[in-house]
């Protein structure tokens, strides 16, 4: 299975022109399809006008024998539709040709206040759409410093939470897990490869143990770049990054992509 490099931009760049600047300097060199999937995730503004470009005649010719490019959201909401101002619904997403969707990111959960109840809700929303679900999950540094114990058992009760009443047939391959600790986003300190392998080995149990998962894929994100990436992905039980700040940059992201394609 291709490793998952999901680029989320974040509230970035601040206008359109600079976005589909990004993404044209992002999407258009040539890499084989080896070892990578791309997904690219802007704000949403943007969504309609670069997948515009992603399905042009001209970016499909580009895209033959290239890496496999999909859109995903950075947030839904868990209604279709109705009296709910400033939400997008995964109905809305799915009629874009919109493929994944984040949800339960650390800065939305502490920014805009979302709760587990709030996510699982999302999630089955989602879910219902065939979107596939990239959900972020992670402990707080004042977590970590009390041990790995303590760590593995914030991640296992997010888990519960933002998964109740969920498993086997509506997860598999739909549902994509990002373990992002709290305290590498955004910080320029990432988690040691052995941390976050150690932390996905064990999620990855949960997964297969408690929710029928046949073949769960968990991504490591926080503070990933070109120099660490390698140090992640040459472990085989973690299935890709989540990879914030160094998307922004697309000649970094295209160093990213091909240390991907390299590891075997």
Known sequence: MKKLIIANWKMNPPTLKKAKELFSATT??????????????????????LLKIKNSPKQSTLATGQIKLKIGAQNIFWATE??????????????????YAIIGHSERRKYAAETDEMINKKVIAALKESLKVILCVGEPLEIRK??????????????????????????????????????????????????????????????????????????YGGSVDSKNIKGFLQHNEIDGALVGGASLNAKEFKKIVELTNKIN
């Open 28 to 49: 258009n060199y040539k890499l084989q399809a080896k070892n990578a999937e791309i997904v690219i995730v802007p704000p949403f503004i943007y969504l309609s006008e």
């Open 82 to 99: 109705g009296a709910y101002t400033g939400e997008i619904s995964p109905k809305m997403l799915k009629d874009l040709y919109v493929d």
């Open 146 to 219: 009390k041990g790995k114990k303590a760590a593995m058992n914030f991640v296992k009760n997010q888990l519960q939470k933002d998964l109740k009443g969920l498993k086997g047939k509506l997860l598999n391959n739909k549902l994509i897990i990002a373990y992002e600790p709290i305290w590498a986003i955004g910080t320029g300190i990432s988690a040691t490869p052995e941390t976050a392998l150690e932390t996905i080995k064990y999620i990855k149990k949960l997964l297969i143990t408690n929710y029928q998962l046949l073949t769960p894929r968990v991504l």
